[in-house]
């Protein structure tokens, strides 16, 4: 695996967040986070920031 391989993997891991409204933790892409890009909770379909979410990573 060359470096730029491992960096784009490094941004696509997941990781999981918590849905300010439902409270439902779901995967979401590092590299999403990192450009604070709007979230959409699978559960209950809540668009949020990642700076809005009580709960980041494990």
């Known amino acids: 695996m060359s470096y730029t391989q ?5 941004g696509e891991r997941p ?5 300010p409204k439902c ?7 590092a590299a999403k986070l990192r ?3 709007p979230l959409k909770c699978p559960h209950c379909g809540l668009e949020f920031l990642p700076s809005q979410c ?3 990573g494990g």
């Open 35 to 37: 450009k604070n890009t």
């Open 15 to 19: 990781v999981p967040v918590k849905c």
């Open 6 to 10: 491992g960096l784009r993997h490094f």
């Open 23 to 29: 409270a439902h933790i779901a995967n979401q892409r």
């Open 54 to 56: 009580p709960r980041i």
